[in-house]
C-alpha cells in the first residue's frame, strides 16, 4: 500500500522550489478572501495579540498576510513537508526584515514547525491557541472528524477557527472528462485524484465535534488553460496528483489520458483555451462550551 503522506510529502517538496508559487493563483485568492473573512471576529473581540495556528503553510502566502493584519499575535506554522517550510520562513524573512527592526520583530513572532497536524495535534496542549487557520490544506486530511476533535481541545474557549478548501465541483471537467471516456470503452469510471467534501458535509462534521456558530461560503472561480495538457501541468506543479487511478483492464493509462484530453477539450473549450473550475469553500466555526449547569442536558 502507497503511504499517502509520504507521496504528499514529496510532492509539495518538489513543488516548493518555485512551480507552487507560479501556478497557485486560485490558492492566493483563497488565502486573501479567508483573511478578510476574519476581519468581523476581530472586531468582535477583545484579543489584540491572539496565539494563532496555521495548518499547511506551505510557502508562506497566508503567513505573510497574517503578520500584516495581526501585529501583536504570535503564529505558529506548520506544514508536512520540510521544503515547504523553507520557502515559508524565507517568504516571511524577506518581507518583514529588510533592514527594518520593526519588521525583523514582525516576522520574529512567527515559529515554523515541520510536522504532520493529524499526528502533532493529538498530543498537541489543550487551550494552546485563540484561532486556527488553514487555506488549501483541509483537503489532504485522512482522519478529518478526529483531526477537528484534536483542533477544538487545543482552542481556547470561545476560539475560532476559520479554513478554505476545495469543493466537490473542483476539476468538474476533468473527472466529467476521465467519465466519459470511461463508458465509451465499456468501464465503470474510476476516480483520479482527490474526493472533495461538500460545504453540508464540513458542516455535519464540524458539529459532530462540538463546534458552535458555523458558517460556510462558497466561491466558485473558472480559470482558462490552453490546453487540457497545460491544465494538468498546472495542476501538478502545485504538487497535486490529478490522475492516480490505475487503468481498467485492457485500457491502459496511455490511451485513458490521450482520450481524457480529446474529451476534454472537445466539452471544455473556451476562448483561449479550455475551462477549469475549482469550488473553494470558506468554512468557520467556534468553541462555545455549554455553560457548567448540573442540570444541563446536551
Known sequence: MIDRKSAIRRQFNRSAAGSYDAHAHVQ??????LSNSLESWRREGDNDAPRILEIGCGTGMLTEIMVNDWP???????DIAPAMIAAAERRVRT??????????????RVRFLHADVEAW???????????IVSSACFQWLNRPKQTLENLRRMLSPGGLIAFATFGPETFRELHASFDAVYRANGNNPERHGLSFQSADQWGSLLKETRFSTIRCERLVHTETHASAR???HS????????????ASRGFGSRRLIAGMYEEYER?????????AT????????RKIDPPANPGFEK
Open 28 to 33: 492566493r485568492i483563497m488565502a486573501h478572501k
Open 278 to 285: 475549482y469550488e473553494a469553500l470558506f468554512v468557520a466555526a
Open 72 to 78: 501583536n499575535s504570535s503564529i505558529t506554522a506548520i
Open 95 to 108: 518581507s518583514f526584515a529588510e533592514g527594518s527592526a520593526h519588521g525583523e520583530r514582525r516576522s520574529s
Open 235 to 246: 495542476v501538478k506543479a502545485l504538487g497535486a496528483s490529478a490522475s492516480e487511478a490505475a
Open 121 to 131: 495535534s493529538a498530543s498537541a496542549s489543550p487551550s494552546s491557541f485563540d484561532l
Open 267 to 275: 466539452s471544455f473549450s473556451l476562448p483561449g483555451g479550455v475551462a
Open 230 to 232: 497545460e491544465f494538468l
